[in-house]
């Protein structure tokens, strides 16, 4: 019994199977030109039918549907336009550069100048040099950039701002590049000093001319006012026995003593030194008595 059902569902199964690629071929015979209406049974018509759907038809829907040569033609077609576009990348590729077969007009080109202050190279597009002068700049207004011809290497030199004048101090403007003058301050703040500016010497602190031609006088600055003072010629030596005084032709002094003689020859004459007086002292040698 349970071997007749296994035979039952087998002989089912086989059914189910023929029917389904009974309409697989009828969907591929309708899509290739032949026309099917079907089925209806499991004898000669499904063998014909088979035959038709699996024969010369399935041949043609394989030639005319694109699984034989339609397709193989469809593939040549793609293969050969892919290969087109590829030559065609490739010759854009061969036209952004030079190509494998061109040769890079540099290969033969010598760019040096033999001279150091230039960078030299080739440009790759037209094969020309391009010898370009060293850039020394050091972004400084004050100073003279140039490129030494036999080193090659820059030097930078301080623009001269000298007037060579002595009264002024003399600089360089980082901004402008131009040369600045300042006048140097000669003042050294003493009063009795005429303060000027040599040009070839620098500063000059003359003192003050304060003499008025007496030889006699003392000339001097007072450093708080400014003002010149004139003071006598100090000539006292400190004897009131004499009578001092300055010449002033020769501005020295002169010391006279006083003449204290009273012409009498019974006494002696002399000076008292601390008060200046005249002492006129009896010898004695007139004495009646003698």
């Known amino acids: 019994m349970l071997?007749?059902?296994?035979?039952?569902?087998?002989?089912?199964i086989s059914d189910l199977i023929q029917s389904t690629e009974a309409a697989v071929h009828t969907t591929y015979g309708r899509k290739g030109g032949n026309k099917h209406t079907g089925h209806n049974g499991h004898g000669k018509g499904d063998d014909d039918d088979k035959h038709k759907g699996h024969g010369k038809g399935d041949d043609d829907d394989k030639k005319k549907g694109g699984h034989g040569k339609g397709d193989d033609d469809d593939k040549r077609k793609h293969g050969k336009g892919d290969d087109a576009d590829k030559k065609k990348h490739h010759g854009d590729d061969d036209d952004k550069g030079h190509g494998d077969d061109q040769p890079n007009p540099c290969s033969y080109s010598d760019c040096d100048d033999y001279d150091p202050c230039t960078d030299d190279s080739c440009d790759p597009y037209s094969g020309n040099c391009l010898n370009s002068q060293i850039d020394c700049d050091d972004y400084n207004s004050c100073t003279d950039d140039r490129c030494d011809s036999s080193s090659g290497l820059?030097?930078?030199?301080?623009?001269?701002?000298?007037?060579?004048?002595?009264?002024?101090?003399?600089?360089?403007?980082?901004?402008?590049?131009d040369c600045k003058h300042d006048q140097i301050d000669c003042d050294d703040y003493n009063d009795c000093t005429d303060d000027s500016?040599?040009?070839?010497?620098?500063?000059?602190?003359?003192?003050?001319?304060?003499?008025d031609q007496n030889p006699c006088t003392q000339d001097w600055c007072d450093s708080l006012t400014?003002?010149?003072?004139?003071?006598?010629?100090?000539?006292?030596?400190?004897?009131?026995?004499?009578?001092?005084?300055?010449?002033?032709?020769?501005?020295?002094c002169n010391y006279v003593r006083r003449d204290c003689d009273d012409y009498d020859p019974c006494t002696d004459d002399s000076c008292n030194s601390d008060t200046g007086d005249c002492e006129n002292v009896d010898n004695g040698f007139c004495n009646p008595n003698y």
């Open 154 to 177: 820059c030097q930078h030199e301080v623009r001269p701002c000298d007037d060579y004048n002595a009264c002024t101090e003399d600089w360089c403007s980082e901004y402008s590049g």
């Open 3 to 12: 071997l007749l059902t296994i035979l039952i569902l087998l002989l089912n």
């Open 197 to 211: 500016c040599d040009a070839s010497t620098g500063c000059v602190n003359s003192q003050r001319d304060c003499k």
């Open 226 to 252: 400014g003002q010149c003072k004139h003071t006598d010629k100090n000539c006292d030596d400190y004897d009131a026995c004499t009578d001092d005084n300055c010449d002033t032709q020769s501005g020295d």
